[in-house]
């Protein structure tokens, strides 16, 4: 695009690299296809359908905050409308046998939500930071609070529904099983990865970079940082429409909840967990966050309290995120020094876990006894029964914490000497990165 974005512009790949690459692609394409012949339980398939959409949700969010430095808090509106106008054309399709089918509907979600990030974005993206974040907050608030009012388009509380069996077959395929919609699910993540790290390669990619970076810088050089902010917002609405419109035909429905603040924060908490600062970053955090949702709605009450724990926590110590841990041990891997830590984090796991255990039961105890004071004492939770009211319950939980912090602050200073050693070494070896 400019001679800045080309100077930035990474080298082109060796043949070896280039391999590596599209070897990668090549082995998740597979691990998709084989995916439903290790799980086929139709938990498992859902579960994957809901990980793929949340991927392609998480990296249309990380366009705005990992690439072009936009905290939005109303991401969540291009999703939802995408889905309600792809359960509209649902129903539509169905109800006048038009040769539409269902693969296709996606694309309607995803021009649904270009077309609303065209139309409000450029306001929005008139600034950046805090200005922009408070924009996007109010902006979502007033479409969901819409969508309790006009009942005609959003159904109301209750929602639009649709039925996607009702359309042409594709190659056969109804779309009734749920194993059809999983694999429909994970054509589309593929498609939307491969086109969004595509754009990161491009010129203007490497624009929004520098946005996010110097917009000062970019507006020296002849660019309007605005314009770039406006034109990384509606590639946002498109691919986060396209995830809505996905959403909508995984269950069949659409209603308010596709648009509010909770969904806006899971994929904020999704894409940085995973590391805002690396293309896979959203992967990981989407895997990461619907699976850990998922699970702990089933073993605690107060699951989404544990959540906002641990993204305080990721937040405070690893702000990285997941990715960015991972990406530290790189240097450690190929300077052959990574076995010199590996022990210090399995004797530092021990005490941490156990500070872990006492704080879990020191909360469930603490929740029994504010939300349900008159009820039974004894609970379970994570699997375990225990009584609230005993003492030896309170007693537990303190020793736990108070010696588990104790002993873990002991390990990890030793672990820090002993990452610092062997980074060391790994820089000697000409291993820095």
């Not at 805002?276 to 107060?302: K, N, Q, R």
Request: contains cysteine; glycine residues 10%.
């Amino acid at each position: 695009m400019t001679e800045l974005a080309s100077r930035v512009a990474p080298p082109y790949p060796q043949p070896s690299e280039r391999i590596k690459f599209y070897g990668l692609w090549a082995a998740t394409v597979l691990l998709l296809l084989v995916l439903p012949r290790l799980f086929g339980s139709g938990g498992a398939l859902t579960t994957f359908s809901l990980i793929g959409i949340s991927i392609i949700f998480s990296l249309s969010y990380n366009i705005l905050l990992g690439q072009t430095g936009l905290l939005s808090f109303g991401h969540a509106v291009y999703y939802g409308l995408g889905g309600f106008l792809a359960i509209h054309a649902v129903n539509l399709i169905g109800a006048n046998k038009l040769p539409i089918p269902l693969p296709f509907v996606p694309l309607i979600g995803g021009m649904t939500g270009l077309f609303f990030a065209a139309l409000l974005g450029w306001v929005s993206t008139q600034r950046s930071g805090t200005a922009f974040a408070m924009i996007s907050l109010g902006v979502a608030e007033l479409i969901a609070s819409s969508a309790l009012i006009l009942r005609t388009f959003f159904g109301g509380e209750a929602g639009i529904s649709a039925n996607r069996t009702k359309l042409i077959r594709f190659f056969d395929w109804n779309f009734g099983p749920q194993i059809q919609i999983y694999y429909l699910v994970a054509a589309w993540t593929v498609i939307a990865i491969i086109a969004m790290y595509a754009l990161t390669r491009t010129p203007f990619g490497r624009m929004c970079n520098a946005v996010r970076d110097n917009p000062e810088r970019v507006q020296f050089v002849g660019y309007d940082p605005h314009v770039i902010r406006y034109l990384a917002f509606c590639f946002a609405g498109f691919f986060a429409g396209i995830a809505g419109a996905l959403a909508a035909i995984n269950f069949e429905i659409a209603n308010s909840a596709y648009l509010g603040a909770v969904q806006s924060g899971t994929v904020l908490f999704s894409t940085y967990i995973g590391g805002v600062g690396y293309f896979i970053g959203p992967i990981v955090g989407a895997i990461f966050v619907t699976a850990l949702s998922l699970g702990l709605s089933d073993l605690t009450s107060v699951w989404q309290l544990y959540f906002g724990l641990f993204f305080i926590a990721v937040v405070t110590f690893a702000p990285g995120g997941i990715t960015g841990l991972l990406m530290m041990h790189r240097p450690l891997l190929k300077g052959g020094t990574l076995a010199k830590v590996v022990p210090y984090y399995l004797i530092s796991l021990v005490p941490t876990l156990a500070m872990i255990a006492g704080l879990v039961l020191a909360i469930e105890t603490v929740v029994h006894h504010t939300v349900n004071p008159g009820e039974d004492p004894n609970i379970r939770a994570f699997g375990i029964s225990f009584n609230a009211s005993s003492p030896i319950t309170w007693l537990a939980a303190l020793v736990l914490v108070v010696a588990g912090f104790y002993v873990a602050r002991k390990t990890w200073i030793r672990l820090a000497h002993a990452w610092d050693e062997a980074m060391t070494a790994a820089r000697d070896k000409g291993h820095s990165t």
